[in-house]
């Protein structure tokens, strides 16, 4: 099982920007992809972007397309997401997950075993 802590989180105004980072440790070795959700309140849980650990390769929903970045630093065991030019409506709590399954679908809770405890993201207007 992957451990898996954020940080990063806060208040920023619209139009600014935060970096998400979140901390791996235990079996990262079998980590095939890993990810980012967020969750509103009211609002059910909503896949943002993930990268292949392998590859690097990455996808992102299509609210988040063009200003939010997925990264990952395989040395320090750290993903991060970088978010640019933020709205009112990214307010929510971010988690990082970790799948090791073979299937990495950001439309798919399941496909991801290993979940962070979150960090609150609040943008004002």
């Known amino acids: 099982q992957v451990q898996l802590a954020e940080s990063g989180g806060g208040s920023v105004q619209a139009g600014g920007s935060l970096r998400l980072s979140c901390a791996a440790s235990?079996?990262?070795?079998?980590?095939?992809?890993m990810g980012w959700f967020r969750q509103a309140p009211g609002k059910e849980r909503e896949g943002v972007a993930r990268?292949?650990?392998?590859?690097?390769?990455?996808y992102y929903a299509n609210s988040v397309k063009g200003r939010f970045t997925i990264s990952q630093d395989n040395a320090k065991k750290t993903l991060y997401l970088q978010m640019n030019s933020l709205k009112p409506e990214d307010t929510a709590m971010y988690y990082c997950?970790?799948?090791?399954?073979?299937?990495?679908?950001?439309?798919?809770?399941?496909?991801?075993?290993?979940w962070g405890q979150g960090t609150q993201v609040t943008v004002s207007s």
């Open positions: 235990g079996g990262t070795s079998t980590t095939y992809c």
């Open positions: 990268i292949f650990s392998r590859s690097g390769n990455t």
């Open positions: 997950v970790a799948g090791t399954g073979g299937y990495c679908s950001l439309t798919r809770i399941n496909d991801f075993s290993s």
